[in-house]
C-alpha cells in the first residue's frame, strides 16, 4: 500500500488514523454484527453515534447551551438556499459580502429567494483581499449578513469576525476552515460547513444555529432544509447521512486526541508558514493574496510560465503530491493544508517545489 501526499481542496485528505478506525469497524460495529452503512438511525449503536459526535463538536468549538448544532445533507451549496429560507421572509433584505467565488455563489442562490445587498465586495483587488469592515455598507435591519471566512478557491481568510450593527445575526459559510482554529461562536448566528475538507466525507453539512433564530423563514420551507425541523428531531425527520456522520464523529475524536483546536491550529500556523516562506523567497512561484489576508487552509499558487504547469504536477505526481491543481477557475496551483495534511506532506511538497525550480527556472 502506498499512501500519497494529498493536497486536494475537497473532498480532502482524512486522517490516517480514521481510515483504519473505519476500516477496522467496518464489518462489525461493536459487536452489532454489521456496518454503520446498514444499520437502523434509530437503533441504540447510531443513536450513541449521533450523541457523541454532537457532544464532541459542541466541545472543541466550545459552542454555548442556546445553539442547536445540526447534521444535514445536500452539501454547503444546499444551505446557500436554506439561509435565505429559514431567516427571510421573501420581501425581506440580507446583507452579503464577496470575497469570492463561493460569496458569489451564495449570493446568486440567495437572490432568488430574498433581496441581496452587496456590503462589501472585493472586486476592486481581483479578490486578493478583505474589505476592511469600516468600508461596509450595511442595510438597516438586514435579515442577517453572510459572510465567507475562507474562499476555498481564491486562498483568501478573513482575519477578523465582523461585526454587524444593531444585533443584526451574522452567518457564516465555514465549510474550508471550520475546525482549523478556535472560533467565536457567539459572534455568529449561524455557522454552516460543508465537510469534505476538515469534518468527513462530502454530502453532509454541519450547521450551528442561534435558537432565537429558529422559525423566522416562510412557512414552505422544504422539510429537510427546514432548521426548525431538523432541531425538533434531532436532525432525523429522515433518514441521516449516516455514515458520514460516524465517520465524522470519528475525526472529531481524533482531533480531540491531538490536543483541540488550539493545538492543530499551531501545526496549521507552522505548515502554512512553510508553504508561503518558500512561496515567496523562490522568486519563481507567486501566491497572488494580501499577506493580512492569507488562507490558513488553502495556499493557492503559480508558476512564473503556465506552461510548466503540466511538467509540475507530473512530477508532483510521481513525487507522491497529489491533488495541486488549481480551481478550473483560474488555474495554478492550490495545495490545501486541512487538519489531516501533516507536516511532512508540506515539507515534501517544498522539497519538489524548490528541485522542480533548480531545474527549470
Ligand atoms: C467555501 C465553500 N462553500 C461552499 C462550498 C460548496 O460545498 P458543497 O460542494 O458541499 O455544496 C465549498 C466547496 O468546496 C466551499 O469551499
Redesign the pocket.
Known amino acids: 500500500m502506498s499512501r500519497v501526499y494529498n493536497f486536494s481542496?475537497?473532498p480532502a485528505a482524512l486522517p490516517l488514523e480514521v481510515l483504519e478506525q473505519i476500516r477496522d469497524e467496518l464489518l462489525d460495529f461493536h459487536g452489532a454484527g454489521m456496518s454503520v452503512m446498514e444499520m437502523s438511525h434509530r437503533g441504540r449503536h447510531f443513536a450513541a453515534i449521533a450523541q457523541q459526535s454532537e457532544s464532541d463538536l459542541r466541545e472543541l468549538l466550545a459552542v454555548p447551551a442556546n445553539y442547536k448544532v445540526l447534521f444535514m445533507q445536500?452539501?454547503?451549496?444546499?444551505q446557500?438556499a436554506a439561509v435565505p429560507l429559514n431567516l427571510t421572509k421573501p420581501s425581506a433584505c440580507a446583507d452579503y459580502v464577496n470575497t469570492g467565488i463561493?460569496s458569489t455563489?451564495?449570493i446568486t442562490e440567495a437572490k432568488r429567494y430574498c433581496k441581496v445587498n452587496l456590503a462589501a465586495d472585493a472586486k476592486a483587488s481581483g479578490y486578493s483581499t478583505v474589505p476592511q469592515q469600516a468600508e461596509w455598507v450595511f442595510t438597516p435591519d438586514a435579515a442577517y449578513v453572510h459572510y465567507?471566512p475562507?474562499?476555498?478557491?481564491g486562498g483568501v481568510e478573513f482575519p477578523f469576525v465582523p461585526l454587524p450593527p444593531g444585533g443584526v445575526p451574522l452567518v457564516a459559510?465555514?465549510?474550508?476552515s471550520i475546525l482549523s482554529r478556535p472560533i467565536d461562536v457567539s459572534r455568529h448566528g449561524v455557522i454552516y460547513a460543508?465537510?469534505?475538507?476538515n469534518i468527513g466525507p462530502?454530502?453532509l453539512?454541519v450547521l450551528i444555529v442561534r435558537e432565537d433564530l429558529l422559525g423566522r423563514g416562510r412557512e414552505d420551507v422544504p422539510t429537510v432544509m427546514n432548521w426548525t425541523i431538523m432541531a425538533a428531531h434531532d436532525s432525523m425527520p429522515n433518514t441521516p447521512a449516516t455514515f458520514s456522520w460516524y465517520v465524522a464523529g470519528l475525526v472529531f475524536q481524533w482531533l480531540k486526541r491531538q490536543g483541540g483546536l488550539h493545538a492543530i491550529e499551531s501545526l496549521n500556523h507552522a505548515k502554512a508558514s512553510v508553504l508561503y516562506s518558500a512561496i515567496d523567497a523562490s522568486g519563481f512561484y507567486r501566491n497572488p493574496v494580501a499577506p493580512g489576508c492569507r488562507s490558513l487552509m488553502n495556499v493557492p499558487f503559480t508558476l512564473p510560465d503556465a506552461r510548466l504547469d503540466t511538467l509540475f504536477l507530473e512530477g508532483a505526481a510521481q513525487a507522491g503530491l497529489a491533488g495541486l491543481q488549481g480551481h478550473k477557475l483560474v488555474g495554478g496551483m492550490r495545495a490545501s493544508l486541512y487538519n489531516a495534511m501533516p507536516l511532512a506532506g508540506v515539507q515534501a511538497l517544498v522539497a519538489y517545489m524548490q528541485e522542480f525550480q533548480r531545474r527549470h527556472g
Do not use: H, L, P, R
Not at 173 to 176: E, I, L
Open positions: 481542496a475537497g445536500g452539501g454547503a451549496s444546499a446557500f463561493w455563489k451564495a465567507t475562507n474562499e476555498t478557491i459559510d465555514y465549510s474550508s460543508g465537510a469534505q475538507k462530502a454530502g453539512v
